[in-house]
């Protein structure tokens, strides 16, 4: 399982793992799918995702590379199953106005649960779009009500929560107070682009009154880059 033990809040524990590059892009201009990061450390974010409750996307990491979010290794697949839990950790998409495809890979490849979590702006009629797909949950009025969605998942029984992107929900995130620690991949690539996403997309905060401020756990070379894991400290 993961370093720390799940927060008394009510809630996931939330782990952010991210790929960039040496100058702190996700993707490129394109925003399509870019692979940082090699083997080892691919490895690596299986073996988290296998150490999970749940693992969650964003609807424009959906859109832009149409992920299955399955655990990959067989054996892992197998240790989960030894463990009572099924193959897979349950899938989450953060998609307010309920734009998951239905043909969508994450709603079809792997046994376990999907949760497609909406705002009410997705209308009442996203339950029965997405039935015997997925369990929809409404949390919010305009956008996804992230700490409510947090308290919904605690009452599923999802104690660990793994959060692979994108930018703008990783952002949201860091801003409600919902992260507890951040793992980044730094690849030995420049990609460059002043509109080329980051791992915190958004609006961004403006000052130091309002920055998210880490403890470095551990640092180590994989692959040809530098794994970062750092544990969310307080702001300022």
Known sequence: MGSSDPPGSGRPLVTVNMAM???GKISSVERRQ?????????????????????????????FA????????????RRDRVRAGKPENPARIIIDSRGRTPVSAD??????GERIIAVSERAGTDAPE??????????????EVD????????????????????????????????????????????VIGG????????????????TFV????????????GVLLRWRVRSRQ
């Open 34 to 62: 870019v692979r940082i990061s090699g083997a080892a450390d691919r490895e690596r974010v299986d073996r988290l995702k296998a150490e999970s409750d749940a693992v969650m996307v964003g609807i424009g990491t959906l």
């Open 21 to 23: 590059s040496a100058d």
């Open 146 to 189: 992230l700490p409510m969605l947090m308290e919904r998942l605690s009452a599923l029984g999802i104690r660990r929560l793994m959060v692979e992107g994108g930018g703008s929900l990783v952002a949201s995130l860091f801003a409600c107070g919902l992260v507890d620690e951040f793992y980044t991949f730094v690849g030995n690539m």
């Open 129 to 142: 779009r997405y039935q015997g797909l997925a369990m929809v949950i409404v949390a919010g009025d305009e």
């Open 106 to 111: 994450i709603l079809h490849k792997g046994a």
């Open 194 to 209: 002043r509109d080329a996403p980051t791992p915190a997309d958004g609006p961004g905060f403006p000052n130091d009154n």
């Open 213 to 224: 401020n880490l403890s470095l756990m551990d640092v180590g070379e994989l692959d040809e």
């Open 65 to 76: 590379d149409n992920p299955s979010l399955t655990v990959k290794s067989e054996e892992l």
